[in-house]
C-alpha cells in the first residue's frame, strides 16, 4: 500500500470516528438527567404518572398495591395501600419534582424525587413505606429499628410477595443505568435497531 493511500485511509476512518463521537457527544447529555415537574399522581407506592410517562422511583421497592402486611386478622393492615397514600402525600405538591434519564423494561423513566430539600425516595424508605433496594440502605435501618411502617409487624418483602404471587419480577433499577456507560449502551440501542 502506498503512503497516500494509507493516509487517505488513516483520515478517513479518523474523520468517520470523530463524526460518530459528535453524534454521541450531542445525544449525550452528559449530567444526564430529565426534570419532570409535579404535581404528580401515584399509581403505587413506587410509581408516579406524569400525564403519560410513567416515573419509576430508584433504589426502593414498596409494597404491591393489593399486598397486606402484619399478618393475619386484625393485626394486618393494607401496607400496598399505605405506602401508595404515602408516596401521594409528596407528589400531590406542584413543588415536588423527580429527575432521571433511564428506563426501566417497562419503559419508565427511573427517577429520585424531590419535594424541597427531602428526598422522597429515601423519606419513604425511612417512614417504612418502602424497603430499600440498591440504595437508602441507611433509612432502612433506621427504620428497622423504629419499628416504622412495614416494619411494625411480618410482612413479605415486596419482591417475595410479587414471587409467590406468581408475579413477574419489578424492576427496581438498582441495577440499571445510573452508570454512564449503561446510559450510553441503552441509547445506542435506541438508535441502531440491529442491536
Not at 23 to 42: E, H, M, Q, S, W
Request: include cysteine.
Amino acid at each position: 500500500m502506498t503512503r497516500l493511500a494509507k493516509t487517505l485511509k488513516d483520515g478517513l476512518f479518523l474523520g468517520a470516528f470523530l463524526v460518530l463521537a459528535s453524534l454521541i457527544v450531542a445525544k449525550i447529555d452528559l449530567n444526564g438527567d430529565t426534570r419532570i415537574g409535579g404535581p404528580f399522581y401515584a399509581i403505587d407506592g413506587d410509581t408516579l404518572a406524569a400525564g403519560a410517562e410513567r416515573l419509576r422511583l430508584i433504589g426502593i421497592d414498596a409494597p404491591e398495591a393489593d399486598q397486606s402486611c402484619g399478618g393475619e386478622g386484625e393485626k394486618g393492615w393494607t401496607c400496598g395501600d399505605a405506602a401508595r397514600n404515602a408516596l401521594a402525600k409528596f407528589a400531590a405538591s406542584p413543588d415536588a419534582y423527580c429527575a432521571g434519564s433511564a428506563r426501566d423494561r417497562y419503559g419508565r423513566v427511573l427517577v429520585r424525587c424531590n419535594l424541597g430539600e427531602t428526598d422522597v425516595n429515601a423519606a419513604l424508605v425511612r417512614q417504612g413505606m418502602a424497603v430499600a433496594s440498591g440504595d437508602y440502605h441507611e433509612e432502612e435501618a433506621i427504620a428497622r429499628e423504629a419499628g416504622k411502617g412495614i416494619w411494625s409487624g411480618p410482612f413479605e418483602t415486596p419482591r417475595a410477595w410479587r414471587a409467590a404471587k406468581g408475579a413477574a419480577a419489578e424492576d427496581d433499577g438498582s441495577a440499571v443505568t445510573g452508570s454512564l456507560v449503561g446510559s450510553i449502551l441503552d441509547r445506542l440501542k435506541r438508535w441502531l435497531p440491529w442491536w
